[in-house]
């Protein structure tokens, strides 16, 4: 009955006692009664078994509100019809006083959904039209567009594709009713990652979106040019941006993926219903939105940016128009919806350029030797190998009371291994994998050192092991390991050489004191320390790390720098999009708060002592980039065409999409940013001389405010001088300015100054100079290290 007096409380407002059948009807022993009123006004018509209602019968609430269908044993439950004072109606499957199953709801706005239902809530295949005509037809989940659907607007426009908390999410299809297309990647609501935008006369765009805004390069064929198969250029993009998030979900953009097919609806039984359940979270699209997404790239103007500083306005329409030279392509970069460069090439030239692009990328993966051996299946067998055992691993670790860690928890016999057949055994689940063998390294110290770090062992599993697995990206360095990263961009797990493992082994114990005592350390941190042994004894080793670059802003450059120069260059035929730089193609210094930069150095020095008492050397800053477009083309920016966003206010979509003025520094405001750990720092907001050394925060226009913290969210100022063929002037120095924001840390701490590494040292030194060589000994390694970064990379400002 508890159900039954629920659904009576939320329908007619009156008190449970005065809705209980049980306590409502008087006569004992009755088997049918035909009508019955009760003592709050309400009125039973219809059948009873003993004294519930029971089979077909009519409730009619005080209210108005009336239910006509099936009950069971005092319940509603089989097919029935609800009637609402509002004018709501429902009528379909009902399960224990629940909407459960398949129904069609009236709106008291006229709007319709027809349905699956589970628990009062649109759950499964639906489709809803809403009182202003727009229609959406596709999955739901808890109320709200979730998996693949389709949208149409009342204006004629369409989006065919995937849905994430109601909003466009993942791969889908935009069709504009001017005839303009996007086919490509989508994050709440807004186009973001690789894609295609197809003009109606026929001209093409092929580049990435960020936030709505095209940023990084691309390639415009105009109308009538030969135009590569939508197949070959998706898996271009894919290759060309190289970030997860894109690649993963883009790896191919096919149109027929997202036909949306009505499954063969069982109308089964379930569950319960109120009129607030029913009518929230409806998931309109708002009509102001609607009228926006009539906007589309074709009207928009596009910015030409020349070195000198000059620009012109060119119309985007006259821009897909067919060319004279059909042969002609332009290849473009953006930067937040700001075109900075535009190169004209050759049609040939261009697919020429892929070509031997595609086989450099293919001769470096055939060297490799990890990635040789476990290609393909192979390396799908390793990640749910390695899935598996950190599960396993975690889940045995975690129930542990917490305690401090002992020399013990350090030594050789600090193992937990185990035996994974593939059939299954009673420590170990079934899986669909090969026999392996697994090894965890110091269980206890990594488990404290994660807690340090701030990590829930829940999520941390289900980043690693959930159900959207690994994603295996290309090693940007020379030691051809396999590194994987989590779904939610925060952990990268690479692969070890056998003598890396003890180093790492080794300078455990003073590693954990040294991230113990400075929380705001640059140094890697390591997460988990890992070991598979397969069929023929072939053992991996695996090593768990934050991923310095976990940010929802775009990196654009990044930078590998040691401080030597000895071959520290990336030849230009080898340099794509996502290629990790070194120090020679580092052309740009960088400028910071005075506050800011004695914290950075301070905690560089502390860093380079601990790395040099473990005689550790090549190791090295990984810097990434973000820049902001040019602050004089600002007010020039690309207008972005309005997506349609569920239940956005027009003001705040606006600021979403409109980048204006420059980075600002602002007192840190914990309510106001997101104080979670990352995977990578963990320490405190960082003061800023510039206001008076209080805590700040860094207002980033177009994505919100962030928190600053020692290697990540670091506001700076990249100036980058231009040369005389750049300038055409032989008298004065310019500079390009550009506002940045900075990600770092100290990577690829696992190389000893040895025996093999002294013997490096006095070959080369005979034949280069001693100090531009990066086998040096850890002294000066970390001297030389330090004052590159402080001369050429953060100069203090005059």
Same mark, same amino acid.
């Given at each position: 009955?508890?159900?039954?007096?629920?659904?009576?409380?939320?329908?007619?407002?009156?008190?449970?006692?005065?809705?209980?059948?049980?306590?409502?009807?008087?006569?004992?022993?009755?088997?049918?009664?035909?009508?019955?009123?009760?003592?709050?006004?309400?009125?039973?018509?219809?059948?009873?078994?003993?004294?519930?209602?029971?089979? @077909? $019968?009519?409730?009619? %609430?005080?209210? =108005?509100?009336? !239910?006509?269908?099936? &009950?069971?044993? *005092? +319940? #509603?439950? /089989?097919?029935?019809?609800?009637?609402?004072?509002?004018?709501?109606?429902?009528?379909?499957?009902?399960?224990?006083?629940?909407?459960?199953?398949?129904?069609?709801?009236?709106?008291?706005?006229?709007?319709?959904?027809?349905?699956?239902?589970?628990?009062?809530?649109?759950?499964?295949?639906?489709?809803?039209?809403?009182?202003?005509?727009?229609?959406?037809?596709?999955?739901?989940?808890?109320?709200?567009?979730?998996? @693949? $659907?389709?949208?149409? %607007?009342?204006? =004629?426009?369409? !989006?065919?594709?995937? &849905?994430?908390? *109601? +909003? #466009?999410? /993942?791969?889908?299809?935009?069709?504009?009713?001017?005839?303009?297309?996007?086919?490509?990647?989508?994050?709440?609501?807004?186009?973001?990652?690789?894609?295609?935008?197809?003009?109606?006369?026929?001209?093409?765009?092929?580049?990435?979106?960020?936030?709505?805004?095209?940023?990084?390069?691309?390639?415009?064929?105009?109308?009538?040019?030969?135009?590569?198969?939508?197949?070959?250029?998706?898996?271009?993009?894919?290759? @060309?941006?190289?970030?997860?998030?894109?690649?993963?979900?883009?790896?191919?953009?096919?149109?027929?993926?997202?036909?949306?097919?009505?499954?063969?609806?069982?109308?089964?039984?379930?569950?319960?219903?109120?009129?607030?359940?029913?009518?929230?979270?409806?998931?309109?699209?708002?009509?102001?939105?609607?009228?926006?997404?009539?906007?589309?790239?074709?009207?928009?103007?596009?910015?030409?940016?020349?070195?000198?500083?000059?620009?012109?306005?060119?119309?985007?329409?006259?821009?897909?128009?067919?060319?004279?030279?059909?042969?002609?392509?332009?290849?473009?970069?953006?930067?937040?919806?700001?075109?900075?460069?535009?190169?004209?090439?050759?049609?040939?030239?261009?697919?020429?350029?892929?070509?031997?692009?595609?086989?450099?990328?293919?001769?470096?993966?055939?060297?490799?030797?990890?990635?040789?051996?476990?290609?393909?299946?192979?390396?799908?067998?390793?990640?749910?190998?390695?899935?598996?055992?950190?599960?396993?691993?975690?889940?045995?670790?975690?129930?542990?009371?917490?305690?401090?860690?002992?020399?013990?928890?350090?030594?050789?016999?600090?193992?937990?291994?185990?035996?994974?057949?593939?059939?299954?055994?009673?420590?170990?689940?079934?899986?669909?994998?090969?026999?392996?063998?697994?090894?965890?390294?110091?269980?206890?110290?990594?488990?404290?050192?994660?807690?340090?770090?701030?990590?829930?062992a829940a999520e941390y599993m289900m980043s690693i092991c959930g159900d959207d697995g690994l994603t295996e990206i290309s090693s940007p360095g020379k030691s051809g390991s396999i590194f994987y990263l989590s779904h939610d961009d925060k952990f990268v797990i690479k692969t070890l050489k056998r003598s890396e493992l003890k180093v790492l082994l080794k300078m455990l114990p003073n590693y954990y004191n040294h991230v113990k005592e400075y929380e705001n350390t640059l140094i890697t941190k390591f997460f988990g320390l890992h070991r598979i042994t397969l069929a023929g004894r072939?053992?991996?080793?695996?090593?768990?790390?934050?991923?310095?670059?976990?940010?929802?802003?775009?990196?654009?450059?990044?930078?590998?720098?040691?401080?030597?120069?000895?071959?520290?260059?990336?030849?230009?035929?080898?340099?794509?999009?996502?290629?990790?730089?070194?120090?020679?193609?580092?052309?740009?210094?960088?400028?910071?708060?005075?506050?800011?930069?004695?914290?950075?150095?301070?905690?560089?020095?502390?860093?380079?002592?601990?790395?040099?008492?473990?005689?550790?050397?090549?190791?090295?800053?990984?810097?990434?980039?973000?820049?902001?477009?040019?602050?004089?083309?600002?007010?020039?920016?690309?207008?972005?065409?309005?997506?349609?966003?569920?239940?956005?206010?027009?003001?705040?979509?606006?600021?979403?999409?409109?980048?204006?003025?420059?980075?600002?520094?602002?007192?840190?405001?914990?309510?106001?940013?997101?104080?979670?750990?990352?995977?990578?720092?963990?320490?405190?907001?960082?003061?800023?001389?510039?206001?008076?050394?209080?805590?700040?925060?860094?207002?980033?226009?177009?994505?919100?405010?962030?928190?600053?913290?020692?290697?990540?969210?670091?506001?700076?100022?990249?100036?980058?001088?231009?040369?005389?063929?750049?300038?055409?002037?032989?008298?004065?120095?310019?500079?390009?300015?550009?506002?940045?924001?900075?990600?770092?840390?100290?990577?690829?701490?696992?190389?000893?100054?040895?025996?093999?590494?002294?013997?490096?040292?006095?070959?080369?030194?005979?034949?280069?100079?001693?100090?531009?060589?990066?086998?040096?000994?850890?002294?000066?390694?970390?001297?030389?290290?330090?004052?590159?970064?402080?001369?050429?990379?953060?100069?203090?400002?005059?």
């Amino acid at each position: 009955m508890t159900r039954l007096k629920n659904l009576f409380d939320e329908g007619s407002g009156t008190s449970t006692e005065q809705l209980d059948p049980v306590s409502c009807v008087n006569v004992e022993n009755v088997e049918r009664l035909n009508e019955k009123a009760f003592s709050n006004g309400d009125l039973y018509v219809g059948d009873f078994k003993e004294i519930l209602p029971h089979s @077909k $019968g009519k409730y009619t %609430w005080s209210d =108005g509100t009336v !239910y006509e269908g099936d &009950w069971e044993a *005092g +319940k #509603m439950t /089989g097919k029935g019809l609800l009637h609402w004072p509002s004018g709501a109606k429902y009528n379909g499957d009902i399960s224990g006083g629940y909407l459960h199953g398949f129904g069609a709801f009236t709106a008291p706005d006229g709007s319709i959904y027809e349905g699956q239902w589970r628990m009062n809530i649109r759950h499964g295949f639906g489709r809803k039209k809403y009182s202003n005509s727009d229609v959406y037809e596709g999955e739901w989940k808890e109320g709200v567009h979730e998996g @693949k $659907g389709r949208y149409f %607007w009342n204006n =004629g426009n369409k !989006y065919t594709g995937n &849905w994430k908390r *109601g +909003k #466009m999410h /993942g791969r889908g299809v935009m069709e504009w009713v001017n005839g303009d297309q996007y086919n490509g990647c989508w994050l709440n609501g807004l186009r973001h990652g690789c894609g295609i935008y197809q003009y109606a006369d026929g001209g093409y765009y092929f580049g990435t979106w960020i936030r709505g805004l095209k940023d990084g390069k691309g390639t415009f064929y105009p109308a009538g040019s030969k135009c590569p198969s939508l197949k070959k250029c998706s898996i271009s993009l894919g290759y @060309k941006n190289g970030h997860k998030s894109v690649s993963s979900q883009c790896s191919s953009l096919n149109l027929e993926e997202f036909v949306v097919k009505k499954p063969s609806v069982k109308r089964s039984l379930s569950e319960k219903i109120s009129i607030s359940g029913v009518l929230r979270s409806s998931g309109r699209m708002s009509h102001k939105t609607a009228e926006n997404s009539r906007l589309s790239d074709s009207g928009r103007e596009f910015i030409r940016y020349n070195s000198s500083g000059t620009f012109s306005l060119d119309s985007d329409a006259g821009q897909s128009e067919v060319q004279e030279n059909t042969a002609v392509v332009y290849e473009r970069e953006y930067m937040q919806g700001v075109m900075i460069k535009e190169r004209i090439r050759n049609c040939t030239e261009l697919s020429k350029k892929d070509e031997k692009r595609t086989r450099s990328h293919a001769k470096e993966t055939k060297k490799s030797s990890c990635v040789g051996i476990f290609r393909g299946k192979n390396s799908y067998h390793l990640m749910l190998n390695l899935q598996l055992g950190i599960r396993y691993t975690v889940g045995k670790i975690t129930p542990v009371p917490k305690r401090e860690v002992r020399n013990a928890d350090f030594g050789d016999r600090a193992r937990i291994t185990m035996f994974f057949p593939r059939r299954g055994s009673q420590f170990t689940p079934l899986h669909k994998s090969i026999d392996f063998y697994w090894k965890d390294y110091c269980p206890m110290v990594f488990r404290n050192l994660r807690e340090m770090f701030k990590l829930d062992a829940a999520e941390y599993m289900m980043s690693i092991c959930g159900d959207d697995g690994l994603t295996e990206i290309s090693s940007p360095g020379k030691s051809g390991s396999i590194f994987y990263l989590s779904h939610d961009d925060k952990f990268v797990i690479k692969t070890l050489k056998r003598s890396e493992l003890k180093v790492l082994l080794k300078m455990l114990p003073n590693y954990y004191n040294h991230v113990k005592e400075y929380e705001n350390t640059l140094i890697t941190k390591f997460f988990g320390l890992h070991r598979i042994t397969l069929a023929g004894r072939r053992k991996v080793r695996f090593m768990v790390m934050g991923n310095m670059f976990c940010t929802e802003l775009r990196i654009h450059h990044r930078y590998d720098l040691k401080g030597s120069t000895h071959g520290r260059y990336t030849e230009k035929d080898k340099i794509h999009e996502n290629t990790t730089l070194k120090d020679l193609d580092l052309s740009y210094e960088f400028h910071m708060d005075k506050s800011l930069r004695k914290f950075l150095f301070y905690q560089i020095d502390v860093d380079c002592k601990f790395l040099k008492s473990q005689q550790i050397i090549d190791y090295s800053l990984l810097l990434g980039l973000h820049f902001r477009a040019p602050k004089q083309l600002n007010g020039l920016l690309e207008p972005p065409n309005m997506m349609p966003n569920i239940e956005s206010s027009p003001t705040s979509h606006e600021e979403l999409l409109f980048p204006s003025k420059g980075l600002l520094l602002v007192a840190h405001e914990p309510s106001s940013v997101n104080t979670e750990p990352g995977p990578h720092i963990r320490g405190k907001a960082l003061r800023a001389y510039s206001l008076g050394d209080k805590e700040v925060d860094v207002l980033v226009p177009g994505t919100g405010r962030l928190r600053v913290q020692l290697g990540v969210n670091m506001p700076a100022q990249a100036n980058h001088k231009l040369y005389r063929d750049e300038t055409d002037s032989a008298e004065v120095e310019l500079f390009e300015v550009y506002d940045v924001v900075l990600y770092m840390g100290i990577i690829d701490i696992l190389q000893e100054y040895n025996a093999k590494k002294k013997a490096e040292n006095a070959c080369k030194s005979v034949k280069y100079d001693p100090l531009s060589i990066s086998a040096v000994e850890p002294e000066l390694y970390a001297r030389r290290f330090i004052g590159f970064l402080q001369q050429k990379v953060f100069p203090e400002l005059p």
